[in-house]
């Protein structure tokens, strides 16, 4: 694409810019490459998607823009945060509808992103004070957590018996479904971040002893079975992951994750998923980026369908790894909360909003939350 090109915004450029070029990303035509990445908010009254969440994400909306929703829990043990969303009972189906609604109406492309926190919980968060579930009994220390506020004690967890894992599948299967039926595009499989498939993933987490544990083929069974359910259920064109192969969030590293990273991608071809997201290895805790040795380009070339990069990108950086074929998306996170109209900015080469990270998770419905200016606002 040469010469002179009208951009989605109406902006003239001589050259396109990478971020801001079409794809065809399985049967979703997308606008651009600018996607707004899974961001906790934790404004979901008892778990149920509140009506704030309808502006929110609607400011977000571009027309064929692709927006990943905040983790959604799959059953009520997946809890591990204070008003965290669900999905898997007909009331959270339903408060979600509205919300997925506005996006659509924007002509926005919708997943919901699916997950089970694991160990990462308390008994508080548990039915009837019951243990966390995990891979392991091994408890985690007590630790600020990755989205900045505190949680000073996790519970000692229960390690899942063989048998009930493919209950916690089913669990998986069932969130898929209801996603698609709250009228989401597809959802998003968290495989990331120590939670619990990436407990099991990592041998860090996993000292099993049984077909889950011990092998990376063992460790990884337990998240491709999730894939498998989901993929059976809902269809691979509406079904992507999210993978977090370097980082050790919730302790959850990994001896060798180039190897992990590599065998779960090349593992994943046979499903056909619509997307594969990973996590930049420098980010190996939230919020803050290492120099790394590690590159996620292996894995981006075994995978053999859109690759999804996020972790402390920004606008250079995420054109250059467009450019460079090292991605065909790029999530943004902080930047997007902070920046409704991230992608006109990024057309414009505009000043960005600072984020506050203060606000990131307070229980208000609009401080730091649908309060951040658009770009007509500051002019």
């Known amino acids: 694409m040469g010469g002179k090109v009208q951009?989605?915004?109406?902006?003239?450029?001589?050259?396109p810019i990478p971020l801001?070029?079409?794809y065809t990303l399985g049967k979703f035509q997308l606008s651009h490459r600018v996607v707004l990445a899974p961001l906790g908010r934790l404004r979901s009254w008892n778990n149920v998607p509140q009506p704030?969440?309808?502006?929110?994400?609607?400011?977000?909306?571009?027309?064929?823009?692709?927006?990943?929703?905040e983790s959604t829990g799959v059953s009520d043990t997946a809890q591990g945060y204070p008003q965290t969303p669900g999905i898997w009972t007909k009331?959270?189906?339903?408060?979600?509808?509205?919300?997925?609604?506005?996006v659509h109406a924007k002509?926005?492309?919708?997943?919901c992103q699916i997950v089970h926190v694991g160990r990462v919980s308390n008994t508080g968060f548990q039915p009837n004070g019951q243990a966390p579930i995990s891979c392991t009994d091994k408890p985690l220390t007590p630790q600020s957590q990755s989205n900045g506020f505190n949680v000073a004690q996790f519970s000692t967890p229960r390690r899942l018996t063989t048998e009930e894992i493919p209950q916690v599948v089913n669990d998986f299967r069932l969130a898929a479904r209801n996603a698609i039926e709250a009228g989401f595009d597809g959802i998003e499989i968290h495989g990331a971040h120590g939670y619990l498939l990436d407990q099991f993933m990592k041998d860090h987490v996993n000292d099993r002893t049984d077909k889950y544990g011990g092998s990376l083929e063992n460790r990884c069974r337990f998240p491709l079975e999730v894939v498998e359910a989901i993929v059976d259920e809902i269809g691979a064109d509406k079904v992507g992951i999210r993978l977090s192969p370097f980082s050790d969030y919730a302790e959850a590293g990994d001896s060798n994750p180039e190897a992990l990273g590599l065998y779960m991608v090349e593992s994943l071809n046979k499903?056909?998923?619509v997307y594969c997201h990973m996590v930049e290895p420098r980010m190996k805790t939230i919020g803050e980026k290492y120099e790394s040795p590690h590159s996620l380009l292996p894995m981006r070339k075994a995978f053999r369908g859109t690759f999804i990069v996020a972790g402390g990108y920004d606008r250079e950086d995420g054109n250059n790894a467009v450019?460079?074929?090292?991605?065909?998306?790029?999530a943004y996170g902080r930047v997007f909360l902070a920046n409704p109209d991230l992608p006109k900015r990024f057309a414009l080469n505009a000043p960005l909003n600072k984020y506050n990270r203060e606000t990131f998770y307070i229980p208000d419905p609009v401080l730091g939350y649908t309060d951040y200016p658009f770009l007509e606002d500051t002019e």
């Open 52 to 69: 704030h969440a309808i502006l929110y994400y609607s400011q977000r909306t571009t027309k064929g823009g692709l927006l990943i929703a």
């Open 20 to 22: 801001l070029t079409p």
């Open 107 to 111: 002509g926005g492309i919708f997943f």
């Open 323 to 330: 450019a460079e074929n090292r991605a065909d998306l790029v």
């Open 7 to 15: 951009g989605q915004n109406g902006v003239s450029s001589e050259a």
């Open 91 to 102: 009331e959270l189906v339903e408060a979600w509808k509205p919300i997925v609604d506005a």
């Open 271 to 273: 499903y056909r998923l």
